[in-house]
């Protein structure tokens, strides 16, 4: 069973419309008897860090969802702010702390830097698969993905980028640390290579 975490901002509905069409069970829920025996997370997000990592930690749900995911290795996705989440601060908003699983700040995008730079970065983008990973199995080296977002991470180790996009500058599109995963993009609005990306993760993780 595939829990999408529900902590009042994200796109639960669409991803779990996504997750019906490729026939895997999921439920969305903020339980955390049900979040500790999932045998899949996923983590979305719309909005503001802080106000995020708000909502997690106000019901505790910051360490309900660590929890599994660092004493039994369940694997997780987080998409877009809940990819954001999954690292170690962001900015937006105000500084806050995320959940720290990933080593790496949120930033926005280095507007001052560029000239004409639209912020946000919104629509369909190519993503350049930089290391071969199972969440982009049967995908082409360059894919089309769906972004919607005016910030993102600003480094990490770069053993676990596994996709990139450039807008002014490139930025981490997609990560994968063993069962931890995130894509800075909406799988669930990226047509037939999102539908892909999610498959491989019920299938492959």
Do not use: W
């Given at each position: 069973?595939?829990?999408?975490?529900?902590?009042?901002?994200?796109?639960?509905?669409?991803?779990?419309?996504?997750?019906h069409?490729?026939?895997?069970?999921?439920?969305?829920?903020?339980?955390?008897?049900?979040i500790?025996?999932?045998?899949?997370?996923i983590?979305?997000?719309?909005?503001?860090?802080?106000?995020?990592?708000?909502?997690?930690?106000?019901?505790?749900?910051?360490?309900?969802?660590?929890?599994?995911?660092?004493?039994?290795?369940?694997?997780?996705?987080?998409?877009?702010?809940?990819?954001?989440?999954?690292?170690?601060?962001?900015?937006?908003?105000?500084?806050?702390?995320?959940?720290?699983?990933i080593?790496?700040?949120?930033?926005?995008?280095?507007?001052?830097?560029?000239?004409?730079?639209?912020?946000?970065?919104?629509?369909?983008?190519t993503?350049?698969i930089?290391k071969?990973?199972?969440?982009?199995?049967?995908?082409?080296?360059?894919?089309d993905?769906?972004?919607?977002?005016?910030?993102?991470?600003a480094y990490?180790?770069?053993?676990?980028?596994?996709?990139t996009?450039?807008?002014?500058?490139?930025f981490?599109?997609?990560?994968a640390?063993?069962h931890?995963?995130?894509?800075?993009?909406?799988?669930?609005?990226?047509?037939?290579?999102?539908?892909?990306?999610?498959?491989?993760?019920?299938?492959?993780?």
């Amino acid at each position: 069973m595939i829990v999408i975490i529900d902590y009042g901002m994200g796109n639960l509905f669409s991803i779990q419309s996504a997750l019906h069409y490729l026939g895997a069970q999921s439920i969305i829920s903020s339980d955390p008897h049900r979040i500790n025996n999932a045998d899949k997370l996923i983590l979305p997000g719309v909005g503001s860090f802080y106000k995020a990592m708000s909502n997690l930690k106000a019901t505790n749900l910051d360490e309900v969802v660590k929890e599994p995911v660092i004493k039994k290795n369940t694997p997780i996705l987080g998409i877009c702010l809940g990819m954001q989440l999954l690292c170690s601060s962001s900015t937006e908003d105000g500084f806050s702390y995320g959940l720290g699983l990933i080593d790496c700040p949120v930033e926005r995008f280095s507007e001052n830097k560029f000239v004409n730079l639209k912020i946000p970065h919104v629509g369909f983008d190519t993503v350049t698969i930089t290391k071969k990973n199972k969440l982009f199995d049967g995908l082409d080296s360059r894919a089309d993905f769906y972004f919607t977002h005016s910030y993102r991470m600003a480094y990490t180790d770069q053993l676990y980028v596994t996709g990139t996009c450039s807008h002014g500058e490139q930025f981490i599109a997609a990560f994968a640390k063993e069962h931890i995963c995130g894509t800075q993009f909406h799988p669930e609005k990226s047509q037939t290579n999102g539908l892909v990306l999610l498959k491989n993760f019920i299938e492959k993780f």
